[in-house]
């Protein structure tokens, strides 16, 4: 039912969009009207369904995804207007239901900074000559990060809310692992130095690994998993080295290794240490092997073999972000408070290996994006987000009362920290559109469990006051 009405709004979106306004407000009104009324928990979980299986140039499915994510009016795709009809839905509810809108939780701060940093960021572009169309896209971005997670804290309630959500995350990883084997396999696939690809986009492979490290959480805690979620762990970990995406790969060995070292009791972490350590001299030593020239016709071991220092500054894609980083921190020297405004490019006072379409309003960096974006109050905000988040998926696992919420809470707390790692190297969070829809719904389940957490040990503490 869930997917039936989100598809269903889409088809009826898509065909008025193309049919022109006044057929548009014709078809739509009534799906509209009857989607945020009643269904603003099914038109959430179909958003999340669609934006998470269909790519934005998706292979498989290319006459879906590409009206999906295509400008249709004013700058906003299909899938904002589903989010605007989202947000009216939350609201409706909340009144119909009597309830008062709440906060995120621990995350309502940072997301507050984040909010305050684009409107800064905003005025500081078109304050520098912007305009507003080129403003539009990375501010409603933006805008999902912080409005999905308050609306999934806001709709998604019930007392089993956040393991349904956890078992929908693992189908749905499970489900894009099998469909990224398909193109490989089909020969519809993207290429990478002549490489086969499964996914190149970050939203499928930080699912997938978050599904992988769930698995090793919920082995390592003993949380009982169907047979399904086995059977579909080695397709996962097929279709994660098969995206051939090496930050991806680094931000995997750390949430192993966090995961592992946590989640292994005190017993395993006497292991898990020396492990670690013979581990990484061995991959020192197999790398500066390999590095040498001896390299095998692997692709795999070939993308492995690139990640020798040596190697980065060969490439000239590596050696792209390099000198792309050298400018935009030239730039920020010189306006270190404001940082340079939404959709206004950096400068390239040096020489660059390579010069990329758009690429001069982008920065290989996260960190930098939001500095360079949004200012320092930018930068904060993302910190803050970060740390919170972290801190809530600690906080979570250690308390929580339910096994399988802790397990996912830890292999969030991997996720998580692999994916800043990875943004040493790429923006994603804020910065990429599907991302930015896909993340900010995991967060508000994680809001809601942290929550749960505080209610459970304040009436705990009622109680033990009551009984003195």
Same mark, same amino acid.
Request: charged fraction near 10%.
């Given at each position: 039912m869930t997917l039936g009405a989100a598809l269903l709004a889409f088809v009826l979106v898509h065909q008025a969009a193309s049919s022109g306004p006044i057929a548009m407000l014709a078809l739509a009104a009534p799906a509209a009207v009857a989607l945020f009324v009643l269904w603003p928990r099914q038109l959430l979980v179909g958003i999340f369904v669609l934006v998470v299986l269909l790519e934005g140039s998706d292979p498989l499915f290319p006459q879906l995804a590409e009206p999906l994510y295509a400008s249709i009016l004013k700058?906003?795709? %299909?899938? @904002?207007?589903? %989010?605007?009809?989202l947000l009216a839905?939350?609201?409706l509810d909340a009144y119909r239901n009597r309830r008062r809108l709440v906060g995120a939780g621990p995350l309502s701060w940072p997301l507050v900074l984040l909010a305050a940093a684009t409107l800064a960021g905003a005025a500081t572009g078109h304050a520098r000559g912007a305009s507003t169309k080129a403003l539009f896209e990375p501010v409603i971005t933006l805008s999902h990060l912080g409005l999905l997670t308050i609306v999934v804290v806001n709709l998604a309630r019930g007392r089993d809310v956040v393991r349904r959500g956890i078992a929908l995350i693992a189908i749905l990883a499970a489900a894009k692992s099998v469909l990224g084997l398909l193109i490989v396999f089909s020969g519809r696939q993207q290429a990478i130095r002549g490489a086969a690809v499964s996914y190149l986009e970050p939203t499928a492979n930080w699912l997938v690994l978050l599904f992988l490290l769930g698995?090793?959480?919920? &082995?390592? $805690?003993? #949380?009982?998993? *169907? *047979?399904?979620?086995?059977? &579909?762990? *080695?397709?996962?970990? =097929? @279709?994660?080295?098969?995206?051939? +995406?090496?930050?991806?790969?680094i931000a995997a060995v750390v949430g192993i290794a966090v995961v592992v070292l946590l989640g292994s009791g005190r017993r395993g972490r006497r292991v898990v240490i020396p492990s670690v350590a013979v581990l990484a001299v061995a991959a020192s030593i197999f790398l500066s092997h390999l590095g040498s020239g001896? !390299?095998?016709?692997? *692709?795999?071991?070939? +993308? #492995?073999?690139?990640?020798?220092p040596s190697s980065l500054t060969a490439n000239a894609e590596d050696r792209y972000r390099i000198d792309e980083r050298r400018n935009v921190l030239a730039d920020l020297r010189a306006q270190p408070i404001t940082g340079l405004g939404i959709a206004i490019p950096w400068t390239a006072s040096s020489s660059l290996s390579l010069e990329h379409q758009g690429g001069r309003e982008y920065v290989h960096f996260a960190?930098?994006?939001?500095?360079?974006?949004?200012?320092?109050?930018?930068?904060?905000?993302?910190?803050a987000l970060a740390l919170a988040t972290l801190w809530s998926a600690v906080y979570v696992w250690r308390r929580h009362a339910v096994a399988l919420v802790r397990a996912?809470?830890?292999?969030?707390?991997?996720?998580?920290?692999?994916?800043?790692? &990875?943004?040493?190297?790429?923006?994603?969070t804020g910065v990429d559109y599907r991302f930015? %829809? !896909?993340?900010? /719904? %995991?967060?508000?389940?994680?809001?809601? =469990? &942290? /929550? @749960?957490? +505080? $209610?459970? +040990?304040e009436r705990a503490s009622t109680v033990a006051h009551g009984g003195l």
């Open positions: 700058g906003l795709t %299909i899938v @904002d207007m589903l %989010i605007l009809l839905g939350t609201g698995v090793l959480c919920c &082995a390592l $805690q003993r #949380v009982r998993l *169907p *047979p399904w979620a086995w059977g &579909a762990t *080695p397709l996962a970990l =097929a @279709d994660f080295v098969l995206s051939y +995406r090496r930050s991806f790969w001896e !390299v095998t016709s692997s *692709p795999v071991l070939k +993308r #492995v073999v690139s990640l020798n960190a930098l994006w939001y500095w360079m974006k949004l200012g320092l109050l930018g930068l904060l905000a993302y910190a996912g809470a830890l292999a969030l707390l991997g996720a998580v920290l692999g994916l800043l790692l &990875a943004e040493v190297t790429a923006s994603f930015s %829809i !896909v993340y900010p /719904v %995991i967060l508000g389940l994680l809001a809601i =469990a &942290a /929550v @749960d957490v +505080r $209610q459970a +040990r």
